[in-house]
C-alpha cells in the first residue's frame, strides 16, 4: 500500500505538486491520468524517491519512506524511453537488480530465465537493447523492474514511445501481468482510453492537484469536476451546460427546447456518426449519433437543423456541472 | 539488394586519396626510404645506440604516463563541466580550450615563467621530468575533456536512476552504467592526447634543458641530429615514433571496437 501525504514539489516558479494526498490500495493496478505539466510523473518519480518532495510525507507498506534513498524502497522503475542499460545484454539488463543483491548465479540463471519466459523474450536473452523493438525493449525493462520482486511497481508513461498497435497489444497484456503477479501497481499516461481501459482506479490530477480518485466507469459517469468531464470523454457545451456528445440529439422536427443548428461536419467513426454543427449563437457543439440514425436524417454539410437535448431530468444520470 | 553508389562518389573518392597520398603517404613513404636507405643494419644500430633509445622510452613513458593521468583528471573535468552547477562554469568551459588555441612554444614559455628558476610560485622543476609530464599535461588535457563532454551530455541518465532503483550504489552506477558507455570517448581523447604527447616539442623544449639521456625527448633529438646533419639518426628515431604511434592508434581503436560492439546491430 502506498500512502501519500500533503506532497507538495516546485521546480524554482513552476509548481509540481500541490499539496497531494492519495493512496493505492495494496495489489491494486491504479492509473494516474492527466495532462502533461499536470505533476502526474513528478508524483511517481517522488514515491520512487528519484525527486524529493519540498514537504509531505510518502509511507510505503505502512512506513514512513519520505528519507529512504531509493536503493532501498523496494520500488521497481519503468521509464517512458526503457532507460535500458545499452552495453549490457537482454539477460544482463533482467539480472542487474539480482546480482546488485549477491544473489547466488544458479537463482540468478533461474530468475531471469522465468522473466524472460513472462515477458516472452525467451530466445532473446543474448540480445542488445539496440536489436530490439521499442516493443520488446520496454517488456525487457519490466523484466528488470519485476526482477527483484518489488513490494511496488512504478511505470511512467511506458508506452508513451510506441505506436498505437503495440500499445493497444502491451496495454492488455500490462493488465493480463497484473493479474498474475498482482504486485501493486501504479502507471501514469495522459492517454485516457489507456487508464479506463486497464486499471481499477483512475487518479485524474491537473496543475498539480488531484481532481478524483474512482472507478473507470465512475469517473466517466459522475465526474466531480469540469476539468474532469473535459479530460475524461469528450464534452460539449450546450445551453451552458456540459454534456456528452452522445446526448444530444438532431432533429429536423421541432420540438420544445431546441435550437437551430448548421451542419459544418459529418465524421464517420466506425459504427458511430459524428456530426460538428454550429448553433445559433455561433458555438460549436458535436453530436455522436448511430450510424443507422445519420443515414435517416439524411445530413449534408450547410443543412440548417434542430439540435436538443432529450430525457433532461428525467432519470437520467447527467453529471449537472455548471459551466 | 546492393546500393548504387551516387554519381558524385568516384569524384570524392578520388579527392580524399589524392589528399592522403599527397599529405600523409608520400611523406611517410618518404620518410621511411630516408630511414632505410643505408639497410636494415645501419637502422638498427642507429636506433639502438644509448641516445636514441634514452630519448624514445623518454617521450614513450612520458606518453603513457601523461594519457593515464588526462584519462583520470579528463574525464574528471569534463564530469564537473557536465554535471555540476557552480558560478564561473561557462567561464571554465572556454578557458579548457586555451592550449589549443595557444602556439605550443608559448605554452612552453609560460610554464617556464611559472616553474622555473625564476618561479613566482617558488617552484622550479625546470629541465626535470616532471617539466615535462607536466607540460605534455597542459597540452593534451583538453583531448579528452573534449571527447568526454559530449557523450557525458548525450548519456541517458534514466539508466542510471533505473540501476538506483535496481539497489545499486553510486560507485556501481558510475562503473557498471556510466564508465561503459563514456569509455570509447575517453579512449578517443586518450588517443589524440598520447599521438600527440609522442611527438610533441614546442612546450616542451624549454622547459626540459633538453639534457641527452636525462630530459631529451624524442622530437628534440629529431630536431638537434637534423641540426647537427645526422639525417640518419634522426630519421630513423622519427620512423619508430611513427611505428609506435601508428600501433597505438590500431590498439585503441581495436579496443573502441570492443567497448562500442553492443551499438552494432546484428
Redesign the interface.
Known amino acids: 500500500m502506498i500512502e501519500i501525504r500533503n506532497v507538495s514539489k516546485r521546480f524554482g516558479a513552476f509548481r509540481a505538486l500541490d499539496d497531494v494526498s492519495l493512496d493505492v490500495d495494496r495489489g491494486s493496478l491504479t492509473a494516474v491520468l492527466g495532462p502533461s505539466g499536470s505533476g502526474k510523473s513528478t508524483l511517481l518519480r517522488i514515491v520512487?524517491?528519484?525527486e524529493q518532495p519540498d514537504s509531505g510525507e510518502i509511507r510505503l507498506a505502512g512506513e514512513d519512506a519520505t528519507a529512504i534513498a531509493?536503493?532501498?524502497?523496494g520500488?521497481?522503475?519503468v521509464?517512458q524511453?526503457y532507460?535500458?542499460?545499452?552495453?549490457?545484454t537482454v539477460r544482463d539488463n533482467v539480472a542487474?537488480?539480482l546480482k546488485?543483491?549477491k544473489q547466488p548465479r544458479a537463482a540468478i540463471t533461474a530468475r531471469v530465465d522465468e522473466l524472460l519466459q513472462l515477458v516472452q523474450l525467451q530466445g532473446f536473452g543474448h540480445?542488445?537493447?539496440?536489436?530490439l523493438s521499442g516493443g520488446q525493449r520496454q517488456r525487457m525493462?519490466l523484466a528488470?523492474?519485476l526482477?527483484?520482486e518489488p513490494s511496488v511497481l512504478l511505470l511512467d508513461e511506458p508506452f508513451g514511445a510506441l505506436d498505437a498497435r503495440v500499445r493497444t497489444e502491451l496495454r492488455a497484456w500490462l493488465r493480463k501481468l497484473h493479474d498474475e503477479t498482482h504486485t501493486t501497481t501504479v502507471f501514469v499516461t495522459h492517454d485516457q482510453q489507456e487508464a479506463l481501459e486497464i486499471a481499477d482506479s483512475v487518479v485524474v490530477m491537473n496543475e498539480g492537484r488531484v481532481e478524483q480518485v474512482a472507478g473507470p466507469r465512475e469517473l466517466y459517469d459522475t465526474p466531480a469536476t469540469e476539468f474532469v468531464m473535459t479530460f475524461v470523454g469528450e464534452a460539449v457545451r450546450f445551453d451552458g451546460e456540459l454534456v456528452r456528445p452522445h446526448e444530444l440529439e438532431v432533429a429536423l422536427d421541432a420540438a420544445p427546447g431546441a435550437r437551430e443548428a448548421q451542419v459544418e461536419r459529418i465524421v464517420q467513426l466506425g459504427f458511430e456518426t459524428r456530426c460538428e454543427l454550429t448553433l445559433d449563437d455561433g458555438s460549436r457543439v458535436a453530436v455522436q449519433m448511430t450510424r443507422t440514425h445519420a443515414a435517416e436524417l439524411e445530413l449534408e454539410p450547410g443543412q440548417i437543423v434542430l439540435v436538443r437535448r432529450p430525457g433532461v431530468g428525467i432519470g437520467s444520470e447527467l453529471p449537472n456541472v455548471v459551466g | 539488394m546492393q546500393r548504387r553508389p551516387r554519381a558524385g562518389a568516384p569524384l570524392q573518392l578520388g579527392f580524399v586519396t589524392t589528399f592522403l597520398s599527397v599529405l600523409v603517404l608520400l611523406p611517410v613513404a618518404a620518410l621511411v626510404w630516408a630511414s632505410g636507405k643505408h639497410g636494415w643494419h645501419e637502422f638498427w644500430s642507429v636506433v639502438s645506440a644509448p641516445e636514441s633509445v634514452a630519448a624514445l622510452k623518454l617521450s614513450l613513458g612520458a606518453a603513457v604516463i601523461v594519457s593515464a593521468l588526462d584519462a583520470v583528471l579528463g574525464t574528471i573535468t569534463a564530469w564537473v563541466l557536465v554535471r555540476d552547477d557552480f558560478a564561473g562554469k561557462s567561464l571554465m568551459n572556454a578557458v579548457i580550450d586555451l592550449p589549443f588555441a595557444l602556439p605550443t612554444i608559448v605554452g612552453g614559455l609560460t610554464l617556464l615563467a611559472l616553474y622555473g628558476p625564476s618561479s613566482p610560485l617558488g617552484v622550479d622543476i625546470a629541465f626535470t621530468r616532471t617539466a615535462i609530464v607536466l607540460a605534455l599535461m597542459f597540452e593534451t588535457l583538453p583531448f579528452v575533456v573534449r571527447t568526454v563532454q559530449p557523450v557525458l551530455h548525450e548519456l541517458?541518465r534514466?539508466?542510471e536512476?533505473?540501476?538506483?532503483?535496481?539497489?545499486?550504489?553510486e560507485a556501481?552506477i558510475f562503473r557498471?552504467?556510466v564508465l561503459?558507455?563514456i569509455l570509447p570517448g575517453i579512449l578517443s581523447g586518450v588517443a589524440l592526447a598520447f599521438a600527440r604527447a609522442v611527438g610533441e616539442i614546442g612546450s616542451v623544449v624549454l622547459i626540459s634543458g633538453n639534457l641527452p639521456f636525462k630530459t631529451e625527448v624524442a622530437a628534440v633529438f629529431v630536431f638537434n641530429h637534423i641540426q647537427s646533419g645526422d639525417q640518419n639518426g634522426a630519421s630513423a628515431v622519427a620512423v619508430v615514433m611513427l611505428v609506435v604511434a601508428f600501433l597505438l592508434l590500431l590498439a585503441i581503436g581495436g579496443l573502441r571496437y570492443l567497448?562500442t560492439?553492443?551499438?552494432?546491430?546484428?
Open positions: 520512487a524517491g528519484l531509493p536503493q532501498k524502497r520500488v521497481g522503475f521509464f524511453h532507460a535500458a542499460f545499452k552495453h549490457m542487474f537488480g546488485v543483491r540480445r542488445y537493447p539496440a536489436q525493462a528488470r523492474a526482477a527483484p | 541517458d534514466e539508466a536512476e533505473a540501476a538506483r532503483s535496481l539497489g545499486a550504489g556501481r557498471t552504467i561503459p558507455s567497448t560492439r553492443h551499438e552494432r546491430n546484428a
